[in-house]
């Protein structure tokens, strides 16, 4: 049986692979955060329903002994680096623990695994926010990186990282470079399930308004569980490399809003309001990704559609808000 440790397994896409990795007969290894472990109903709530098929152990990012005694431990076939401070944030006090965790975190575990499990194969989550003000649209694996925050700054650090291990140690190890992936577990500091969730609490008479920053922004949706499908495919492959993964649409904001509100028959127009609390410095203006070497060489196609995304969201909203309301 083989051996999968995911860092990270508490998000979306973590929820998403452990099911995957586990329907294809792997034992699959997670680290989490002892406060983690200390408040399982709310930390643990994307994987309760996994709980009693996965190994968690508690360790940080933050310590490099914690991640070496895991990884000697468990001696993973497959790690699927996914945690980070995936925010884009920009507040001074963050840009400072965004840089360390997600750098130093990224280290760590290569480190460990270079030297207690080297022949263990190791995916990155990196991420489209490396393209930033983009040098090219489509973006595709060749494309220049040109990041316009602390996040993306440090998704380029831990994408040299990885290909430096490749090539000096000969270890297969890659980067995945995902475009933005949504699903109904999204977390609700991200744009798409910010929308979804108002829209709905408006359709219940929860709430009247939704306040929103840059509306044309344009970015390449996909959603998380045909993502992790891609992940397992590049750690299957004979020979490690970095594929770009992506829809190969963009949409604005304000078409991502219009969408979910229409589908509970509502005019967006009259409850939105743009707020410049919510724009950002240094904004990433459009994404949009050509997955072409996915497709051809892991034979991988998103099976949603932009539209199935927002309605699958949306309903999903509506259920969690009714049930929670007694409406
Ligand atoms: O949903 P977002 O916060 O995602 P963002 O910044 O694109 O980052 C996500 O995708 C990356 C992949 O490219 C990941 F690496 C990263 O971890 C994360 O998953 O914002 C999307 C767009 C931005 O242009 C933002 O300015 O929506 C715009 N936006 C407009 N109003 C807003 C809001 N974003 C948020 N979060 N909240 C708003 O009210």
Redo the contacts with the bound molecule.
């Keep these: 049986m083989k051996k999968a440790l995911i860092t990270g397994i508490t998000g979306q896409d973590g929820s998403y692979l452990s099911r995957l990795l586990l329907d294809k007969g792997y034992e699959v290894h997670s680290i989490v955060r002892r406060a983690a472990l200390e408040d399982p109903d709310h930390r643990l709530s994307r994987i309760r329903y996994l709980l009693d098929d996965i190994h968690i152990h508690s360790a940080s990012l933050e310590s490099f002994p914690s991640i070496f005694r895991i990884v000697d431990k468990i001696q993973p076939d497959e790690c699927y680096h996914l945690a980070a401070q995936?925010?884009?944030s920009y507040p001074f006090e963050d840009e400072f623990s965004t840089m360390t965790t997600n750098i130093n975190g990224t280290h760590y575990i290569l480190s460990s695994l270079h030297s207690q499990k080297p022949d263990c194969r190791f995916y990155f989550a990196a991420?489209?926010?490396m393209f930033g003000k983009v040098h090219e649209v489509p973006q595709h694996e060749e494309t220049r990186f040109h990041p316009r925050s602390m996040?993306g700054i440090s998704?380029v650090a831990g994408f040299d990282l990885t290909r430096n291990y490749r090539e000096a140690y000969d270890m297969f190890a890659l980067s995945g470079i995902?475009?933005?992936h949504e699903s109904p577990r999204r977390g609700f500091?991200?744009?798409?399930r910010?929308i979804t969730h108002h829209a709905a609490k408006i359709k219940l008479g929860l709430a009247d308004e939704l306040?929103?920053?840059?509306?044309e922004?344009k970015?390449d949706w996909g959603h998380s569980n045909d993502y992790v499908k891609a992940m397992w495919l590049m750690l299957q492959q004979e020979e490690p490399d970095d594929f770009v993964v992506a829809t190969g649409e963009t949409h604005s904001?304000r078409e991502f809003v219009e969408r979910a509100f229409e589908l509970l028959n509502l005019d967006y127009k009259q409850y939105v309001v743009e707020d410049p609390l919510?724009y950002?410095p240094a904004?990433?203006d459009i994404?949009l990704g050509d997955a072409s070497k996915a497709k051809t060489k892991l034979g991988w196609e998103p099976e949603y559609s932009f539209e199935d995304l927002i309605q699958e969201m949306v309903e999903a909203d509506l259920e969690l808000l009714k049930k929670k309301h007694n409406l």
Excluded: D, H, I, Q
Aim: glycine share 4%.
């Design positions: 995936s925010y884009v991420s489209s926010e996040y998704k995902l475009y933005n500091e991200f744009v798409t910010k306040r929103l920053g840059n509306l922004a970015r904001v919510f950002r904004e990433v994404l």
